[in-house]
């Protein structure tokens, strides 16, 4: 587990309603949100207002598409009663959150996030000249520190979110985290914790700040989540005192590497939209399959006698994905002696992934049939969420004097 109090070890995640969810999302986000569940408190939402950072000319879709994702999550795995899952916009406390940083995160922050560019540069047929898209990162920011989420699954290219979301957080804790009389109450903090506790805080304290010990910070830390004896402020109070800064009002969250989806599109890219190379959730087994035998493989494969090279062939990422490794050889031995054709060779990996899709197309269409279901799962996700955040705004309007 990661180096985060136990108290801020909650999981954020989200995804933007863009259109129906395929094999790349349930493999690269999907699947670890299902293992997430059963060791952390997640919080799992549709970011419908990013959404519109990039869909706002048109966001008829954004409704429908809400809804399609939920059941898509649902009929993955994802378990309402283990995590909550609630639609960004129906918790007001992520726009207000994100207004109230913007007060303080310097403008270069928002220009220098590599996406920013990078984003404008493929999508040039949209006006991306707006606030909103400049402001994503910082709304993103907003959206893991209203729960005060310790982690957040990221890919490597994500990494940089959560580091600006870091940024942000130590800026304001610097900025509002100061209490006037903040040495004494800290001070008066370990002294609730018992003669014996307050002696052990106060060692691995000056351990880490004067050798940067790491493990005396973690014991520290520990030793501070077992205490019964003061309340949530006194422990943000003391979280800040430990590493020698204020009160600990926004802790900082970590990315929390997730593996690299190895899931390829039908065309040996990476499986995505923009591609036009998914296979959806929802797709009929005919449609898989008319897909599925329709790939593109080897082109030195003219003939059913040619030899063919498996390394350059879509196909075989599929394999790797999908088959054992008595499969994998008879693909390998087969294609470069063509002992095998293509359409042997794609069978099992069409029988695989049907076999895959099946269970989960299933349980989506049960909830399909019951969107009352649904919209109540939503419902009481969001409210749920609505009282974490709201515990968290309260305590942000009183550190910048907004409680009057």
């Given at each position: 587990m990661l180096d985060v109090a136990a108290q801020h070890a909650r999981v954020l995640s989200g995804m933007r309603p863009t259109g129906r969810l395929h094999l790349g999302h349930y493999h690269g986000v999907l699947k670890n949100w299902v293992e997430l569940q059963h060791e952390y408190q997640c919080f799992f939402f549709v970011a419908d207002w990013h959404a519109l950072t990039t869909h706002y000319d048109d966001p008829s879709m954004v409704p429908q598409s809400t809804w399609n994702m939920v059941i898509d999550w649902l009929a993955a795995g994802v378990d309402p009663k283990k995590a909550t899952v609630f639609v960004q916009s129906h918790v007001a406390e992520h726009a207000e959150l994100h207004l109230l940083l913007?007060?303080?995160?310097?403008?270069?922050w928002l220009e220098r996030v590599p996406t920013y560019k990078d984003?404008?540069?493929k999508l040039k047929e949209k006006d991306l000249s707006t606030y909103g898209f400049l402001g994503y990162p910082l709304l993103q920011a907003a959206d893991i520190l209203v729960y005060r989420a310790g982690m957040v699954p990221v890919g490597e290219d994500q990494v940089v979110h959560v580091e600006l979301t870091r940024e942000v957080a130590r800026r304001f804790?610097?900025?509002y985290g100061r209490e006037p009389d903040f040495e004494e109450k800290a001070e008066q903090a370990v002294k609730k914790m018992g003669k014996k506790n307050a002696k052990a805080f106060n060692g691995l304290r000056r351990t880490y700040q004067e050798q940067g010990d790491s493990e005396a910070?973690?014991?520290?830390?520990?030793?501070?989540?077992?205490?019964?004896?003061?309340?949530?402020?006194?422990?943000d109070r003391l979280f800040g005192y430990l590493e020698g800064g204020g009160?600990?009002?926004?802790?900082?969250?970590?990315?929390l590497l997730t593996k690299a989806s190895k899931m390829p599109g039908l065309d040996g890219q990476k499986m995505s939209k923009s591609y036009d190379n998914t296979i959806p959730l929802d797709a009929s087994p005919e449609a898989v399959e008319k897909q599925m035998r329709t790939m593109p493989t080897d082109p030195a494969?003219?003939?059913?006698?040619?030899?063919?090279?498996?390394?350059?062939?879509?196909?075989?990422?599929?394999?790797e994905v999908y088959s054992?490794?008595?499969?994998?050889?008879?693909?390998?031995?087969?294609?470069?002696?063509?002992?095998?054709?293509?359409?042997?060779?794609?069978?099992?990996?069409?029988?695989?992934?049907l076999?895959?899709?099946?269970?989960?197309?299933?349980?989506?269409h049960e909830y399909a049939a019951q969107p009352d279901l649904v919209r109540e799962i939503i419902d009481e996700g969001c409210e749920r969420a609505r009282v974490v955040a709201r515990e968290t705004m309260a305590e942000v309007r009183q550190a910048m004097s907004l409680s009057y």
């Open positions: 913007s007060m303080i995160t310097p403008l270069g984003q404008q540069e804790n610097h900025i910070l973690a014991a520290a830390r520990a030793l501070l989540e077992s205490q019964q004896n003061i309340g949530a402020a006194d422990r009160r600990v009002i926004l802790p900082e969250p970590q990315p494969r003219v003939r059913r006698n040619d030899p063919g090279n498996p390394d350059i062939c879509p196909v075989w990422q599929f394999h054992d490794e008595n499969t994998r050889d008879w693909v390998q031995q087969g294609c470069r002696s063509a002992g095998i054709g293509c359409i042997e060779c794609k069978q099992p990996v069409i029988d695989a992934v076999e895959e899709l099946w269970p989960m197309q299933q349980r989506g």
